[in-house]
């Protein structure tokens, strides 16, 4: 069972404090288990947003773990574990994207030449059955610019505060704050134009 991502900043000090302090007690497969057990979802969360497909997200999930397993002895506390891991997952992202073009440029490894960078179709939910709706938000978020779309699933989705995202991503409050305001702008308006809104005003009650 996942851990929530949803947590105060001081919980999150607390919880980094209890990892790295088992870490230091030489206790390493302890303090290891503790990290992927509080973290795995929340890196897997990130994954799946920037990668589009579930498959991928996994693989890049156990990358990033198996990364963090290895390197958390060296961990510095300049930042948190989270904002720490959110950065090693968008770059394991970056390079497999990278990856993923050269491969397409030259044909590597694939019979039929170019390859898709990414899957353009809807998200599978962690269950592999993905509500009408949520397949619906997830193509709606798409289409927002990224860092609207970051902004907005970090505080919607992860239930982040805007002082723990700005911590992670490094964009001041106020930035974050207009992001997330046109994000949920452009969301209603979307939502405003498709079948669910009817539904959900009760519209359709009234004919």
Same mark, same amino acid.
């Given at each position: 069972?996942?851990?929530?991502?949803?947590?105060?900043?001081?919980?999150?000090?607390?919880?980094?404090?209890?990892?790295?302090?088992?870490?230091?007690?030489?206790?390493?497969?302890?303090?290891?288990?503790?990290?992927?057990?509080?973290?795995?979802?929340?890196?897997?969360? &990130? =994954?799946?947003?920037?990668?589009?497909?579930?498959?991928? +997200?996994?693989?890049?999930?156990? %990358?990033?773990? !198996? /990364?963090? #397993?290895?390197?958390?002895?060296?961990?510095?506390?300049?930042?948190?574990?989270?904002?720490?891991?959110?950065?090693?997952?968008?770059?394991?992202?970056?390079?497999?994207?990278?990856?993923?073009?050269?491969?397409?440029?030259?044909?590597?490894?694939?019979?039929?030449?170019?390859?898709? &960078? =990414?899957?353009?179709?809807?998200?599978?939910?962690?269950? +592999?059955?993905?509500?009408?709706? %949520?397949?619906? !938000? /997830?193509? #709606?978020?798409?289409?927002?610019?990224?860092?609207?779309?970051?902004?907005?699933?970090?505080?919607?989705?992860?239930?982040?505060?805007?002082?723990?995202?700005?911590?992670?991503?490094?964009?001041?409050?106020?930035?974050?704050?207009?992001?997330?305001?046109?994000?949920?702008?452009?969301?209603?308006?979307?939502?405003?134009?498709?079948?669910?809104?009817?539904?959900?005003?009760?519209?359709? %009650?009234?004919?």
């Amino acid at each position: 069972m996942f851990h929530s991502a949803a947590l105060s900043m001081s919980d999150a000090r607390s919880i980094d404090d209890e990892i790295l302090s088992t870490l230091r007690a030489g206790d390493r497969d302890q303090a290891v288990t503790m990290l992927v057990r509080q973290y795995q979802r929340f890196v897997y969360s &990130v =994954a799946l947003r920037q990668m589009n497909n579930v498959e991928d +997200a996994q693989d890049v999930t156990q %990358d990033v773990l !198996m /990364r963090a #397993v290895r390197f958390v002895d060296g961990f510095q506390q300049q930042s948190s574990l989270q904002t720490w891991l959110y950065r090693v997952t968008i770059n394991q992202c970056r390079s497999e994207f990278r990856r993923r073009r050269i491969k397409s440029f030259f044909g590597i490894g694939s019979d039929e030449g170019e390859i898709e &960078v =990414a899957s353009a179709g809807p998200l599978p939910s962690d269950h +592999a059955e993905q509500s009408d709706f %949520d397949a619906y !938000m /997830r193509k #709606v978020l798409a289409q927002l610019p990224p860092k609207q779309r970051e902004t907005f699933s970090l505080r919607f989705y992860d239930e982040l505060s805007y002082e723990q995202i700005s911590a992670i991503t490094g964009t001041s409050q106020g930035a974050l704050k207009a992001n997330y305001h046109w994000a949920v702008k452009k969301i209603a308006e979307h939502l405003k134009d498709s079948e669910y809104y009817a539904h959900w005003s009760g519209s359709h %009650d009234a004919e």
